[in-house]
């Protein structure tokens, strides 16, 4: 069986997520083709009908913003990564985005009609498609991640000139209103000099330097990646909206606490009070105090820790998401 993941470069972690399914795929001993297309097309998607699919291609697989664009004689598989068309997304949202966002729900409609079958990155983003576009018949596979290559490791915090008296938190992805950038200043202010946020660019370059107590390390390489979440004390993801945080999933396998919001899909990631804390959205306080109080307890972090990398052991690695897309492509060959 010949997989092709076909999709537009988007920045992001939906990148991150198909270079890591086709690299299981290929592990699995089936033959995937990874192909990303230039950011043009997410605005002009009648370029994708140009661009040749490899020959004795079996399955077409794309995400829903473009995956109609490429739909050529093989059955296509459409992942649903996020649904931006989400009402309560409407406050973050720049002028830009609402016009950009009004032209992809036409292109997801496209894609939505063109597919064979239609995937699900959780039960939120299930129930967000179904109010959106009243699609009922998504499948839900969870994203997962390589427990082999996230996992906990001992990081000497001196090799990354860094002080051992405070208390590190670590933001990864992209400084977005959508992640709760806009909330960082905030927190970081309240929380004081005992604490120091590190963050990274992600995929796109930006600017952090409104956030107090923090550091920028840039652009990091996956290993560097890595580094970063064993290095910290605490991973926090503030954002709105999120289809299944990748790097939610990403600090849990190395064994850390999460302190996120009782929104979108982190339920279903992050058990409150268990692998770390889940207070209301855009609960500032609510975020210091948990942070605080995950700061003064070394043991509770640790706890916390093991049950969340357990959880990712349990239900959210690589090799479970590949196989379950597998076993789905095999029902639209065979």
């Keep these: 069986m010949k997989i092709t993941i076909k999709q537009v470069r988007g920045g992001s972690g939906t990148d991150v997520w ?4 086709c690299r299981g795929i290929n592990s699995q001993g089936y033959q995937c083709t990874l192909d990303l297309q230039p950011v043009l097309y997410q605005f002009f998607p009648v370029l994708g009908r140009f661009s040749a699919n490899p020959e004795n291609s079996d399955i077409l697989h794309g995400n829903s913003w473009n995956a109609f664009a490429f739909k050529k004689d093989q059955p296509l598989v459409v992942t649903e990564h996020l649904v931006v068309h989400d ?5 973050y949202r720049t002028l830009q985005q609402k016009v950009f ?12 009609d063109a597919a064979d079958a239609v995937v699900c990155v959780s039960e939120d983003t299930r129930t967000k498609l179904e109010a959106a576009f009243g699609y009922l018949d998504a499948h839900i596979i969870h994203n997962g991640v390589d427990t082999e290559l996230f996992k906990p490791t001992e990081i000497n915090l001196k ?16 400084l977005s209103r959508r992640k709760g950038a806009d909330l960082l200043p905030a927190i970081m202010k309240q929380l004081g000099d005992d604490f ?8 796109r370059d930006q600017s952090q330097n409104s956030i107090p107590h923090s550091r920028d390390l840039e652009h990091l390489d996956l290993h560097q990646l890595i580094d970063a979440y064993n290095m910290c004390d605490i991973f926090i993801l503030p954002s709105r909206l999120e289809g299944l945080s990748l790097s939610t999933l990403e600090a849990m396998a190395c064994g850390k606490p999460v302190v996120a919001f009782n929104c979108s899909s982190f339920p279903e990631l992050v058990i409150d009070g268990e692998g770390g804390f889940l207070p209301e959205k855009n609960d500032v306080n609510g975020v210091v105090e948990r942070i605080r ?20 052991m349990e239900l959210f690695t690589l090799e479970k998401m590949v196989n379950n897309y597998i076993e789905l492509y095999r029902t639209l060959v065979y």
């Design 87 to 91: 009402p309560a997304y409407n406050p």
């Design 18 to 21: 198909a270079e890591n399914l």
């Design 159 to 174: 090799t990354w000139n860094l002080p051992e008296n405070k208390t590190v938190l670590l933001f990864a992805g992209n």
């Design 101 to 112: 966002h009004r032209w992809i729900y036409r292109c997801e409609r496209k894609s939505l």
């Design 293 to 312: 109080y995950l700061a003064e307890d070394r043991e509770l972090r640790e706890r916390m820790g093991l049950f969340n990398r357990k959880r990712v």
């Design 196 to 203: 120091i946020l590190l963050t990274t660019s992600g995929n």
